[in-house]
């Protein structure tokens, strides 16, 4: 493989992560499917495809091929272009591309999955936020979402008191808390008492997609759009556990 490819190549790897715990529910089964992807497109490289959508193929078809059954009324493949498309950005030809569609059945397998996305159950959110105003937004988009907000927490400490009293259904987590201290740390104290889906918000995200320590399943991107939060809410709510 080309220099430069492989240069490409590790540029996409941190979102390939998000990609892949998303898809899987978890980061070691995710960061798993990432290497031996890896492994088959360093092997058998397509030079017609970017290294970026080269690695979702691979992951796409290694996940397919072993995926567990999922409830709900979304399939492998709903989810897969929901992901590629709100999660990872991706045109709906780049994503048809990955996947093997053409762009016709791409669109309607899309819509199906939008449609199966607004009849699923609605859960109670933590929102772990210390900017007031970006928590009303993010209350905003939960509620948009058709979620209801379990509480809003600015401190590791209130996190963990609402957390106790109230039991959510999920976590919505920035990572920095300012003077109130650390998300990450406030879901971990969470975690020793409750096992709750978590999805991590930050305008930085590669920093949280490395693949050298204990890192979070899920992942979006600030500022995000209600549709992205509400398939990442379904994966998380419905795709396995938050944190391995």
């Known amino acids: 493989m080309p220099l430069s490819r492989r240069q490409d190549l590790l540029r996409a790897l941190p979102y390939a992560r998000r990609y892949a715990r998303a898809l899987s529910g978890s980061q070691s089964r ?34 397919t091929s072993s995926a567990p059954p999922h409830g709900g009324d979304l399939t492998v493949l709903d989810r897969q272009l929901l992901l590629l498309t ?53 209350e905003e988009l939960v509620h948009k ?25 999920l976590i ?30 930050t305008a930085y995200p590669e920093r949280l997609l490395t693949g050298e320590r204990i890192e979070p399943a899920f992942v979006i991107t600030k500022p995000f759009e209600p549709l992205t939060l509400a398939i990442a809410t379904y994966q998380a709510v419905s795709g396995g556990l938050p944190l391995t």
């Open 30 to 63: 995710g960061d798993l499917l990432v290497a031996e992807s890896l492994r088959e497109l360093i092997a058998v490289d397509d030079p017609a495809l970017r290294p970026r959508l080269r690695l979702y193929q691979w992951i796409s078809r290694h996940y």
């Open 86 to 138: 709100a999660l990872e950005e991706l045109s709906l030809p780049d994503a048809a591309r990955v996947l093997g569609l053409d762009e016709a059945t791409a669109r309607a397998t899309l819509e199906r999955a939008y449609t199966g996305l607004k009849s699923c159950a609605q859960t109670n959110v933590l929102i772990i936020e210390d900017e007031p105003i970006i928590a009303m937004d993010i």
């Open 145 to 169: 979402c058709g979620h209801k907000i379990a509480g809003v927490a600015a401190t590791e400490k209130e996190a963990v008191e609402i957390a106790t009293r109230t039991r959510p259904g």
């Open 172 to 201: 919505l987590a920035d990572i920095n808390l300012g003077a109130g201290g650390d998300g990450m740390t406030a879901v971990s104290q969470i975690l020793q008492q409750q096992n709750i889906p978590v999805i991590f918000v």
